[in-house]
């Protein structure tokens, strides 16, 4: 007999000063969900979003949260049709509305495509646009423009032959303004984070995979503010290094976090790597323990430093939601574990307007 599997949403709030979790929040659907991005909303509220009922190509839709101050939910949407579809990244926009961007294989050019979700501030939608190729196009992360339109930045990828890291500008009603992409056909590139930095240009990070080695490095994308590459930079050793969240820092530089296996070794540690204006390394470190860390989102912090988040078993038997706040040259300050009983992942970070965090995931 098939049963239903209920996993939820999680959201909490912690405060600044060691951790302490104001709220915690789960959101329960059918099927297995997970949020994937959280940001506060100009009420105090927050918005959500991820995927409900998933599955990789086959099934899944995009479910998005607004909640009030406390976590309570105001509303819920679920957006997509037949197919898979996935929401990686949500926004408020200047209008008071929402933007999500992730991937569909329910509408578009084929395999997954780009897929951009605009509704007004109850969540109601306004339209749709799916941006892509013939292979597989997600999108990561999206930034709204002075001009009230939008940039995203994802993947394109091609079915075993090469994939390249895309940068679109669209209009303020989604139509494609210009599009960008980057590398080449003796590697895959696969970008997973995007910010607009303080130049009005922006930054993306990932990971790629030459292709005449077995090692796969981070990689970090600078662009101009119409979408041209301003410097292309990889960084790791000869073995096994992703990663997967950006931020600009608070002097100008930039922040890349990801995690990093060594030949010899059992589990994957985070690797922070800190770096100036130009992309050139200022200091690295690494955090954990015995167990396996994972890292999906880094942030800076408006006292110099950086929080982030992913999940850790190293102080636990089971693979917890794990914090870590740090200084300006990466020292730790405070580090916590959400201890639970079973497999429990935060994938978003961000620094709230009363100087806490919100962290979204799965537990």
């Known amino acids: 007999m098939k049963k239903l599997l209920i996993i939820c949403c999680c959201l909490f709030l912690a405060t600044a000063s060691d951790a302490q979790i104001t709220f915690e929040k789960t959101f329960s659907t059918i099927g297995e969900s997970i949020a994937n991005d959280a940001k506060q909303t100009s009420d105090g509220g927050y918005i959500v979003v991820g995927t409900s009922n998933y599955s990789y190509m086959s099934s899944g839709e995009i479910l998005l949260i607004k909640t009030n101050a406390q976590g309570d939910t105001i509303w819920t949407r679920m957006f997509g049709g037949v197919g898979a579809d996935q929401g990686n990244a949500v926004m408020q926009t200047l209008d008071g509305g929402y933007m999500v961007a992730g991937a569909t294989n ?93 130049d009005n240009g922006f930054i993306m990070g990932g990971y790629e995979n030459n292709f005449i080695s077995t090692n796969d490095e981070f990689s970090m994308i600078k662009a101009d503010s ?71 989102s880094i942030e800076a912090t408006e006292d110099g430093g950086f929080v982030f988040a992913g999940s850790s078993s190293s102080f636990s038997p089971y693979q917890n939601a794990f914090i870590t706040k740090t200084d300006s040259i990466g020292n730790v300050i405070w580090s916590k574990t959400m201890n639970g009983t079973g497999y429990d992942i935060l994938f978003s970070a961000e620094e709230t307007a009363d100087g806490g965090f919100v962290f979204s995931g799965v537990k």
């Open 106 to 198: 329910s509408f578009g050019a084929g395999g997954l495509d780009a897929y951009l979700i605009k509704t007004d501030a109850g969540g109601n939608l306004l339209w749709t646009k799916t941006i892509g190729t013939a292979g597989n196009d997600a999108a990561y992360g999206i930034v709204q423009t002075a001009d009230s339109g939008y940039v995203f930045s994802g993947n394109e990828l091609t079915y075993g032959i090469n994939g390249f890291a895309h940068l679109v500008k669209t209009d303020k009603n989604g139509n494609v303004v210009w599009s960008k992409t980057f590398g080449n056909s003796i590697r895959k590139n696969y970008i997973f984070s995007l910010e607009q930095t303080s």
């Open 226 to 296: 119409a979408g041209n590459m301003v410097w292309y930079k990889t960084y790791g050793d000869m073995y096994f290094d992703h990663n997967f969240s950006v931020c600009e820092a608070a002097d100008g530089g930039y922040a890349i976090a990801g995690i990093n296996f060594e030949l010899g070794g059992y589990n994957f540690d985070v690797n922070i790597i800190k770096t100036d204006m130009d992309g050139i390394v200022e200091w690295t470190k690494k955090y954990g323990g015995a167990g396996h860390e994972d890292v999906y």
